[in-house]
């Protein structure tokens, strides 16, 4: 009577496995994706360089949008703040060196810059070799 116990048992847990293989493969029928329209190039990879000028852009767009269409304005905090600009508008005292109330696009893009990953890095390696005897 225990052999038959332990044997529908473990043919029960047999049954149960088996059926989860099938599951497994339950997903080769969808269908592969269509392939690209005609024409479509795929686009470049992306690199340090080119994010770069990315950020740039949008740090140029930004500002000129802020001074109402003036990249070579200048931005007061009230204006960064209007244009929903809470990172300039934030540390406006920070970049605002001379303590003008005001700043130029130059000083957007030098208080940008210092915050880039690669720039943290740089400094950070900086001041381990600095500490070395």
């Known amino acids: 009577m225990k052999f038959l116990a ?3 048992s473990s043919m029960a847990a047999t ?13 080769d029928d969808l269908p592969s994706p269509p392939p690209p329209p ?9 690199s ?4 770069t000028q990315d950020v740039e852009d949008q740090i140029i767009q930004r500002f000129t ?9 200048i931005l007061s905090q009230q ?15 920070e970049i605002d060196r001379a303590g003008t109330g005001y700043v130029r696009l130059d000083d957007v893009r030098r208080f ?12 950070k390696n900086l ?7």
């Open 79 to 93: 204006q960064a703040k209007v244009a929903g600009w809470g990172l300039v508008s934030d540390h406006f005292s």
């Open 112 to 123: 940008m810059s210092e915050r880039t990953p690669q720039h943290i890095m740089r400094m």
């Open 38 to 46: 005609e024409g479509w190039v795929q686009p470049p990879k992306q």
């Open 6 to 8: 332990y044997f529908a």
């Open 127 to 133: 001041s381990k070799l600095n500490q070395r005897p």
């Open 15 to 27: 049954i149960v496995a088996m059926s989860c293989i099938g599951a497994a493969f339950a997903y």
């Open 65 to 73: 949008a802020a001074t109402g269409g003036d990249p070579n304005g």
């Open 48 to 51: 340090e360089n080119s994010v």
